[in-house]
């Protein structure tokens, strides 16, 4: 059975919050500066004229695969660059 009563120490329950929220308010932040820089790697491509083709071996990514990963920096041979936010980059 769960014990629903309120806590010995409320100032303690409410540090533990504030520390789950803390590193949540973190995780988001890395992850949201993590798309700007993939969303900036993909702007300076557009204007050096590489946008759109893969940055280990120089073939084109398929139009369906930007489609999907605007950022993607390899072709479906290369996967370990396709997605920066969920692969190395």
Known sequence: MT?????DDPVAASDEDAATIGADYEALLAEA???LDDVD??????????YGTCELC????DPGRLA???AAR???RHPQLTDPATGPA
């Open 3 to 7: 014990d629903t009563s309120a806590p």
């Open 33 to 35: 500066e993590q798309v």
């Open 41 to 50: 790697h993909a702007l300076a491509r557009l204007d050096d004229g590489t």
């Open 58 to 61: 120089g073939g084109p990514i």
């Open 68 to 70: 999907g990963h605007p």
């Open 74 to 76: 390899s072709c479906e």
